[in-house]
């Protein structure tokens, strides 16, 4: 079982994420948080805002995976049953549409990375962010909300934590960042709630 039992027990015990304290985050997190929604938006297309939420997700655990730290140290991602969701993202999101910040590209190609590298804002994207985020951008064109969803209801990291909580990524090792459940099932709520209550009995065995 891909999972840290000690920081599993941690992130358990500690109860729903407060949204008071998932409302906030650094302010390099906040910059970043907004050239990668930015960058999302120029290199898809359209995605809409509970597409985001789960792309920048994806994105934070695909730098984990490769670095084996978070990208966003400082954002809470928290379960939902429409997945991942981040109360600072969501600010950002809505900040960047009022100021008229995302602004579709339509080109012929679906990936128009010189508009990207080109682009004051994205530039202030790391090289090795830049070339990640490009990575789930590209894996990710033309699929639905729902297609998102269901690859992300899959994963281990997702499927264990209960709805309403933060997702801890240290309950993983960065290999397993992407490892499926322990069924592999797809996105059905009532498997998803007896998984989740098998895992609670695991737990608790443990204390």
């Known amino acids: 079982m891909p999972i840290n039992q000690t920081a599993a027990v941690e992130a358990r015990t500690a109860g729903p994420a407060d949204l008071e304290t998932a409302s ?4 390099d997190d906040f910059e970043m948080l907004r050239s990668a929604v930015k960058a999302f938006a ?3 297309t359209g995605p809409n805002k509970t597409m985001l939420h789960k792309l920048v997700f994806l994105l ?5 995976r ?18 991942p969701w981040c109360p600072v993202l969501g600010g950002v999101i809505e900040s960047l549409e009022e100021a008229g910040g995302l602004e579709k590209i339509h080109a ?3 990936y128009p990375e010189d508009k990207f590298a080109s682009r004051g804002e994205l530039a202030r994207l790391p090289a090795a962010v830049e070339t990640q985020l490009v990575k789930v951008a590209r894996e990710w064109s033309g699929k639905t909300a729902r297609d998102l969803k269901d690859f992300i209801y899959k994963l281990f990291v997702y499927a264990v934590t209960p709805f309403g909580y933060a ?4 309950t993983i ?18 498997e998803l709630r007896k998984m989740r209550g098998t895992f609670e009995k695991y737990l608790r065995a443990l204390k």
């Open 66 to 83: 490769e670095n084996g730290v978070r990208l966003f140290p400082s954002v809470t991602f928290i379960s939902y049953l429409h997945g």
């Open 173 to 190: 090792a960065p290999e397993d960042a992407f490892a499926p459940s322990i069924s592999g099932s797809p996105a059905d709520p009532e």
């Open 167 to 170: 997702i801890d990524f240290e």
């Open 108 to 110: 012929d190609s679906p």
């Open 42 to 44: 120029h290199l898809m």
């Open 60 to 64: 934070d655990l695909e730098y984990f």
């Open 24 to 27: 906030v985050c650094s302010a």
